[in-house]
């Protein structure tokens, strides 16, 4: 058998101990509850994509498209296929409807998207930072 000291830090480490207290939380005798867990990690980590946009929203708890375009380096389309898949999936929500900037062209106004349980913090930090970069760029 192997075994590591808890003050080391590796990542399969990590993942055995972040799933371990997972299973902890829930009935482990509920085989329903383990089948839609396991689903829904598989239909996360699919993706390239899906898992970036879902490690952005875990680190930030908030995002526009815009954002994770400019911050992950990720085509338009690319962004919004993901925002819908995780939001198939139940994990983020809209938060906020911006309001249309004045002098603009039209279009759909963006959306701040944010996972369950994010805070009004996060939602304002999201919203700042689209405003800030929309600024940086003309957009």
Same mark, same amino acid.
């Given at each position: ?62 995002? =526009?498209? #815009?954002? &994770? ?7 338009? *389309?690319? %962004? $919004? ?5 995780? +939001? ?22 963006? =959306?701040? #998207?944010? &996972? ?7 939602? *304002?930090? %999201? $919203? ?5 970069? +929309? ?5």
């Amino acid at each position: 058998m192997i075994t590591s000291s808890e003050d080391e830090s590796s990542p399969i480490g990590d993942i055995v101990r972040a799933f371990r207290l997972l299973l902890d939380k829930c009935d482990t005798n509920s085989p329903t509850y383990l089948r839609t867990v396991l689903s829904k990690l598989r239909n996360i980590f699919a993706s390239k994509a899906i898992s970036e946009v879902f490690t952005y929203f875990c680190l930030h708890g908030a995002s =526009t498209s #815009w954002i &994770l375009q400019c911050e992950l380096n990720m085509p338009e *389309a690319t %962004a $919004y296929r993901a925002l819908k898949q995780l +939001r198939t999936l139940g994990f983020i929500a809209p938060a906020l409807k911006v309001s249309k900037v004045r002098h603009s062209k039209g279009g759909p106004r963006p =959306t701040i #998207w944010a &996972l369950e349980g994010a805070s009004q913090e996060e939602v *304002a930090r %999201a $919203y700042h930072e689209m405003r800030r970069s +929309r600024k940086e760029t003309g957009k």
